[in-house]
């Protein structure tokens, strides 16, 4: 795909997300707000359901062609060698519970390569995003313009920042005792979760981000954003891709510590 059509599918990325992500605004913190449970246990409301439904209307109207894979609606349209990932309400628990740390998540891959992704915070009103080649870009608030998105320059694991969603999820992938060992190492853990962690990765605002158990769709955005700020993006044995059901976002320098401590 030529740099000038990657831009144009960007700018549309951008646009949908934001488009959908305030749809999902619109039902956070109301008191009516449903949550259902899927058949996999898993938390969505009529917000998840909302959005998507626009995003993939969005998509089939300008690229009838693409295949989408979405987590509400699965893959449909199964399309040629581009194929758009889609999460409406990335961290349904923390929207669920009145939280502001949860995302509109856009990726698109062409034949095995993600070549672009967007992540919108709605309730931040705040913006990652990135194409290949094209550099990572971050829009700080509403209204605020758009700067480059640059991972820190932290080289050692005692001054970083380490981040992960869920200790249960490290259990039962039989990864909390190592991922413990490394919090130690580490300056200090939060557990600001989800997209918003990735994020704070690639903004340069934390330096190690563990996710041991994660879908595609919340993958497809982050490595291209990851890696045009700076950084790198594996799933947590190391393998460079979005389909490895897991994910490790890191400024880079740190990568490798990261990947020998959670595998010694």
Known sequence: MNPQELRK??????????????RALGHFQSSSLKVDVKRDASPVTQADREAEEILRERIGAVYPQDGIVGEEYGET????????????????????RGVPLFGTLVGMEEAGEALLGVVFLPALGATVCAAR???????????ASPVPARVSSVATLESSLLITSSLRNLRDTNLLDRFLDLTFRCSFLRGWGDCYGHALIATGRAEIMVDPIVNVWDCAPMKP?????????????????????S???????????ALNALHR
């Not at 951008?14 to 992500?21: D, N």
């Not at 349209?77 to 194929?83: E, I, Q, S, T, Y």
């Not at 490790?248 to 510590?257: D, M």
């Open 9 to 22: 599918r960007l700018d549309f990325a951008l646009k949908i997300a934001r488009e959908a992500g305030a």
């Open 77 to 96: 349209h199964a399309g040629g060698a581009v194929r758009w990932y889609l999460d409406p309400v990335d961290g349904t628990k923390a929207f669920a």
């Open 133 to 143: 080649g094209q550099g990572a870009w971050w829009v700080r608030g509403p209204g």
């Open 225 to 245: 954003i990851l890696e045009e700020a700076g950084g790198r993006f594996t799933d947590v044995r190391g393998n460079p891709t979005i389909h490895g059901r």
């Open 247 to 257: 994910a490790l976002s890191t400024n880079g320098l740190l990568h490798e510590f």
